[in-house]
């Protein structure tokens, strides 16, 4: 039986994607110097908030995803962030692999909404691994299932995260809306021609706010 060994040695944007993209540098190793004709490899990677720590603002930001600090014991459980896969080339003894993972900002997401949140630090990822192992024996080629333990964990810079999303999006976001949500903004904003989304967001805020401001104000006089 093929005994393989993973690691998660480095994590970096790829600058030239059309999308947001992370690139996970994985070692992968045969011991004693076997020798592994392919791997068709599958990844899954989870995010464990529990092996962080996190400051105020992030604590409240982190709210509506974990509730109160005082539940944090129960709430704090690993969740999903990706699902990808490769085919690891021919190697002897050891390989290093790019694993090429897409990602988003779209704040109705989970991680999208966790990555937010931080300010600094690290992000905890653990990744999985299955899929199958082919190789060369005295007998022959052979073919196994990576066994089900076979995972890597890696803490990545938050950094990275704010690096990547700024080389496709310079301090920007993204929210996701209805679409009679957007109309009535598109709407909004050609009222009063206004000459981007960020001044259309911020009137309406501005509108709001006065509107509030004006309700305090009568509620005192009743």
Not at 43 to 63: D, H, M, N, T, V
């Amino acid at each position: 039986m093929a005994e393989l060994s993973f690691a998660c040695i480095d994590v970096q944007p790829e600058r030239y994607a059309a999308a947001p993209t992370l690139l996970f540098r994985l070692r992968v190793g045969a011991a004693g110097g076997q020798r592994v004709r392919a791997i068709a490899l599958r990844c899954q990677i989870r995010i464990e908030p529990s092996r962080r720590g996190y400051g105020g603002k992030e604590a409240e930001r982190l709210l509506e995803l974990f509730g109160e600090r005082s539940r944090w014991g129960d709430t704090l459980k690993p969740f999903q962030f990706a699902n990808t896969s490769t085919v690891v080339a021919s190697f002897t003894d050891s390989i290093e692999v790019d694993v090429t993972v897409p990602c988003s900002y779209d704040m109705e997401v989970t991680s999208g909404r966790y990555f937010h949140a931080l300010e600094d630090g690290e992000i905890p990822f653990i990744l999985l691994f299955s899929g199958t192992i082919f190789g060369d024996g005295e007998n022959g080629m052979w073919i196994e299932q990576i066994p089900w333990h076979a995972e890597a964990r890696y803490k990545m810079p938050v950094a990275v995260w704010r690096e990547m999303m700024d080389i496709h999006f310079s301090g920007s976001g993204w929210l996701r809306l209805r679409r009679d949500t957007i109309d009535a903004l598109a709407d909004f904003r050609a009222a009063r021609a206004l000459p981007t989304w960020d001044d259309t967001v911020i009137a309406v805020l501005d509108k709001a706010r006065e509107h509030t401001v004006v309700g305090d104000g009568t509620g005192e006089g009743d």
